[in-house]
């Protein structure tokens, strides 16, 4: 009997630890807010929640990252989310992702978001943005000194608002120093998964594009 328990407690003490190896305790942002453009949020989601369910990524969890104190917002297509979180609540990433919207204006005149990018900026190992959203990067100085992009057609306006960036011109999606920028749109999928690959590697970034059919898109091309 003693030695059916011991075997029982070992395989509850075994259970646990597995537990907690494989418990989260890597945070990926991605901030939200009205007009925001839904591929630029629901990509990543979608690739970095399906790699979350993986071994070797179950350290890393998402979270949804309201730009106001109020954490339902809609996006530019009509999509309603309602965000985990707000910029407000006291929190660090490993990650911060940026997406972006048509009008950037209210977007770019929100200083507690400015303040919160610089403030992560600060600590996590990589930054990211879709399409407009590397001006908000800019804005928060993220950009100086290092090559970026955002959507095609705005590069030039992106050289003109933020000189010290390394702006690139034609290419879908730009790496530099924990910085990963891209085009946005369809294109928020490429950066996603380039992304994965830099926080795992180039096979399970693979395993995922597998996974949820991706690859089929790019052999389309």
Known sequence: MKTLQWKFFAILL?????????????RIGI???????TSDVTAPIEVFGAASKKAWFSDYAVTVLSATQQKTIQTEEGLTIVADATIYDKQEFDVVIVASAYDMDPVLDNDDLTHFIKTQAKEASWMASNCSGAFLLGQAGVLDGKKATTWAGGEKGLASAFPKAQVVFDQNV????????????PVSYQAAFTLLAKLSSE???NEISEAIQFNRLRSAF
């Open 31 to 37: 901030v939200v807010f009205d007009g925001v453009l």
């Open 174 to 185: 730009v790496v530099d120093q924990g910085l990963i920028t891209s085009n946005g749109g």
């Open 203 to 205: 096979d399970f970034s």
């Open 14 to 26: 075994g259970a646990i630890i597995a537990s907690s190896t494989f418990a989260a305790d890597k």
